[in-house]
Structure formats: C-alpha cells, structure tokens
C-alpha cells in the first residue's frame, strides 16, 4: 500500500467576510490561526483520497470540480475522491448561504 499526505496553506491575504457570522458587518481585520487544505491519499487496490478544507462550506458543483481534478491529477477514480470542509464558523465562504442572504 501506497500512502501520501498534504497540507496547503490557503489563508487569504486581504479582509473577507466570514461565513456563519449572519450578525457581523464588516469583514475579519487579522488572522488568529492559519486556515489549511489537507489531502490524504491511500494507494492499493481501491485507491482512495480525501481533501477536507478549513471552510465554513465548499458548494457542490466547486466540490464535483475539485474531485474531477483529483482523480484524474492522481489518477483515482472520481468516485474515490472526497472533499469536505470543516464547517469553521472562522473563515471565508466559498459560497452563498440562501438562508442567510450572503
């Protein structure tokens, strides 16, 4: 077995707003903890990869992107793939939330 593991900084660089503050009017004004990409890969048979990402939220069709690039980056099927997000009310959105009007 085949085993690989990753970690990428992706804290932005400039103020965003963060998702899941539904009551906060301006965007953050520092950085506390950097905010990472982690990507796990696991060879063999059934080659698998997972990538969990320090955000509130990845939309789907970005999701679906990701996985695409993946599987054929690494050569896994697309079905092997998982993306995730922490779901950290302290960083940026990669999306709209409907219920929240962001």
Same mark, same amino acid.
């Given at each position: 077995? %085949? *085993?690989?593991? @990753? *970690?990428?900084?992706?804290? /932005?660089?400039?103020?965003?707003? +963060?998702?899941?503050? =539904?009551? %906060? !009017? ?7 903890? %950097? ?13 698998? =990869? ?11 069709? +970005?999701?679906? #992107?990701?996985?695409? #690039?993946? @599987?054929e980056? =690494?050569? *896994? /099927?697309? !079905?092997? *793939?998982?993306? @995730? @997000? ?15 009007? !962001?």
């Open positions: 077995m %085949r *085993v690989g593991a @990753a *970690v990428v900084d992706i804290t /932005p660089n400039r103020p965003l707003d +963060l998702t899941g503050f =539904v009551g %906060r !009017e301006n965007p953050s004004v520092g950085v506390l903890d %950097r905010i990472t990409t982690r990507a796990l890969y696991l060879g063999g048979k059934q080659p698998f =990869v997972i990538v969990v990402c320090d955000v509130h939220s990845i939309p789907t069709p +970005l999701a679906w #992107r990701m996985r695409k #690039r993946v @599987a980056g =690494v050569g *896994v /099927p697309f !079905e092997n *793939v998982w993306v @995730a @997000a922490t779901h950290t009310h302290s960083a940026p959105g990669l999306g709209r939330l409907r219920c929240c009007g !962001e």
